[in-house]
């Protein structure tokens, strides 16, 4: 393992066994960055009072265990270690995470099977910024556990199925189907329920076949079937030009709907009811997980089947993680799920443990997605009060980006190109960010600065070291060094490259792209610092240091390249 602190807190331990004994070697050596070295071990405060020791000979002891040690260790106040990491040992490592295909990122042993439930749009409307963030979230989870070695199963759960696609269906006939999928397919999707629900509301006939469709619709009518795949169809040939454009990795193998459990719905309540999980209350089938409780301190239910013998959300959600666990062998499940059904999904795990259904060996998690908001820290709308299209604000940030970049001497063709990079970029890496449970503010005027933590500032730092290697002549691959370490910039880039691997790792075992953008962020900094500071190509420039620093130059490309990867944000050759 590369990454500095993994090492030091290994080391550390190791000293710590050595100096008190083994039963204090799964101490925590509380490795941290330090202002006055690379960094600071606070163990020796917390070990002390259960050793009944002063800490800073505590510190002291621990100094002297350890051995073989890449650096040099000085005790500092009432019990620090500082920790000044040797440049040969960076220089070393540094060189070995440049030769590697993976840049120090381990593989997960063994290798767990990941079901990703993530964008979920209503099929009966339009798909609008609300799908945005957990779309991208739920993507880059999906980047980050493949890249791993997991397998991943993604989930795109539609809602494709329930009473409005009566009025639907019936709307589809009335305008007749070729003009229907034209709408569809346009995305107009919002218009055509709207259209549906006045005529639904305000004619009482249609309202009648409406209810009928409904019906020859859960009975698996051959035609009612027919005419909601053309719905469906179409409906689906739009979303996949938003995935597309968004250049996410959801396909139509990963369509799982709530029409695919609406099969599986009697026997899951056949089945709870016979267990014992479920009980009849009001009419309804309940499930009352411990430790729910409503305003009125009674027992909370989880409804699975309603009084009317209806099914919603719950239904399905539990015949989705039965199939989950029991189909799909899942080892881990997440629900990249807005947060305000917090509640509902807490709800649904409890349940599925009291059924049974979801075994301790089992992980199931809500990745909770907060709010999108405007700039005057609203629910993100219209100036009229309606959901932005999804694909009219892509248009926008790809509208924006081309203005940007309209005056620096590009054909057509790559301003077209880089615009489409830098926009979906943009609007990618706002997102991710910021952590994906806080509500966050959609400023197209900050995600499209070439400066600060946004897209468009790592796409422009891979592109200032492109520009480099072009100007040299030779590829990045080619660049092989050695890395040699000889002014504070170099070492301090080469210091933070060290720990991608293991960063990696923790992004996706958190579930937090955003610590993924924020040591994208510090490497582009110090990048900018290194760019100021030395120079690489200038005849003055030793050949010897020349190579050094093109070495370091493609090792950082190749970090920035690769987590952008992972963050499905793309990266343009030239900006």
Same mark, same amino acid.
């Given at each position: 393992m590369t990454d500095p602190q993994i090492v030091l807190t290994e080391r550390v331990q190791q000293a710590l066994a050595h100096a008190f004994g083994p039963e204090h070697a799964d101490a925590d050596p509380l490795i941290r960055p330090s202002q006055f070295a690379d960094f600071q071990a606070n163990v020796a405060m917390s070990l002390a009072k259960r050793l009944r020791r002063a800490p800073r000979e505590v510190a002291e002891a621990i100094k002297g265990a350890l051995s073989d040690f890449p650096g040099t260790v000085e005790v500092s106040g009432p019990g620090f270690l500082n920790i000044t990491l040797d440049d040969s040992w960076i220089e070393s490592e540094a060189q070995r995470v440049l030769a590697d295909p993976r840049l120090g990122v381990g593989s997960i042993t063994p290798?767990?099977?990941?079901?990703?439930?993530?964008?979920?749009? =209503?099929?009966?409307?339009?798909? $609008?910024v609300g799908h945005l963030r957990t779309t991208i979230v739920g993507d880059s989870l999906a980047r980050l556990h493949e890249h791993l070695g997991n397998t991943v199963i993604r989930? =795109?759960?539609?809602?494709?199925? *329930?009473?409005?696609?009566?009025?639907?269906?019936?709307? @589809?006939?009335?305008?007749?189907?070729?003009?229907?999928?034209?709408? @569809?397919?346009?995305?107009?999707? +919002?218009? %055509?329920?709207?259209?549906?629900r006045v005529k639904f509301d305000g004619d009482e006939a249609f309202k009648q076949r409406a209810r009928v469709r409904v019906t020859t619709l859960q009975s698996g009518d051959p035609e009612t079937m027919r005419l909601w795949h053309v719905f469906m169809d179409a409906t689906v040939r739009y979303f996949n030009k938003v995935y597309q454009l968004l250049g996410v990795t959801?396909?139509?193998?990963? #369509?799982?709907?709530?029409s695919m459990y609406n099969p599986m719905l009697q026997k899951t309540c056949d089945d709870l009811e016979a267990s014992g999980a479920a009980v009849i209350s009001d009419g309804?089938?309940?499930?009352?997980?411990?430790? %729910?409780?409503?305003?009125?301190?009674?027992?909370?239910?989880?409804?699975?089947? &309603?009084?009317?013998?209806?099914?919603?959300?719950?239904?399905?959600?539990?015949?989705?993680?039965?199939?989950?666990v029991h189909d799909l062998k899942a080892d881990r499940i997440l629900y990249v799920v807005g947060s305000e059904q917090a509640l509902h999904f807490r709800m649904v795990f409890a349940a599925a443990q009291v059924a049974g259904w979801l075994p301790d060996t089992v992980s199931a998690e809500h990745v909770q997605i907060g709010m999108m908001l405007g700039k005057d820290g609203r629910?993100?709308?219209?100036? !009229?009060?309606? !959901?932005? &299209?999804?694909?009219?604000? #892509?248009?926008?940030?790809?509208?924006?980006? +081309?203005?940007?970049?309209?005056?620096? *001497?590009?054909?057509?063709?790559?301003?077209?190109?880089?615009?489409?990079?830098?926009?979906?970029?943009?609007?990618?890496?706002?997102?991710?960010?910021? !952590? $994906?449970?806080?509500?966050?503010? #959609?400023? %197209?005027?900050?995600?499209?600065?070439?400066? *600060? =933590?946004?897209?468009?500032?790592?796409?422009?730092?891979?592109?200032?070291?492109?520009?480099?290697?072009?100007?040299?002549?030779?590829?990045?691959?080619?660049?092989?060094?050695?890395?040699? @370490?000889?002014?504070?910039?170099?070492?301090? @880039?080469?210091l933070h490259l060290l720990g991608f691997g293991s960063l990696v790792g923790q992004a996706a075992e958190q579930s937090e792209p955003h610590r993924l953008c924020a040591f994208l962020y510090e490497t582009s900094s110090l990048l900018s610092t290194f760019y100021e500071q030395c120079p690489v190509l200038r005849p003055e420039v030793p050949p010897e240091t020349r190579a050094s620093r093109l070495a370091l130059c493609a090792l950082t490309m190749a970090v920035l390249e690769a987590g952008l990867d992972l963050l499905g944000v793309p990266v343009p050759e030239r900006m």
């Open positions: 290798s767990q099977t990941v079901v990703i439930d993530y964008s979920a749009p =209503n099929a009966a409307k339009e798909m $609008h989930q =795109n759960h539609l809602g494709d199925w *329930g009473t409005p696609f009566g009025m639907l269906i019936e709307h @589809l006939l009335d305008i007749g189907e070729e003009t229907a999928v034209e709408q @569809l397919e346009a995305g107009m999707g +919002t218009e %055509f329920y709207q259209a549906a959801l396909t139509d193998a990963d #369509l799982a709907g709530e309804a089938l309940c499930v009352f997980p411990p430790g %729910f409780t409503g305003s009125d301190d009674k027992p909370l239910p989880l409804i699975i089947r &309603k009084s009317d013998g209806g099914y919603g959300y719950a239904s399905t959600d539990m015949a989705a993680i039965r199939y989950r629910r993100f709308k219209t100036r !009229s009060g309606e !959901s932005i &299209k999804l694909m009219d604000l #892509l248009q926008e940030a790809i509208d924006r980006a +081309t203005a940007a970049i309209s005056d620096r *001497g590009y054909d057509e063709a790559t301003r077209s190109e880089i615009a489409r990079a830098v926009g979906m970029g943009a609007v990618k890496y706002a997102d991710l960010s910021v !952590s $994906h449970d806080s509500e966050y503010v #959609l400023d %197209f005027d900050r995600m499209l600065a070439f400066t *600060g =933590n946004t897209g468009p500032y790592m796409q422009y730092a891979t592109a200032r070291i492109r520009s480099i290697f072009r100007r040299a002549g030779i590829e990045p691959s080619d660049a092989k060094g050695p890395i040699l @370490l000889g002014d504070p910039a170099e070492r301090a @880039l080469a």
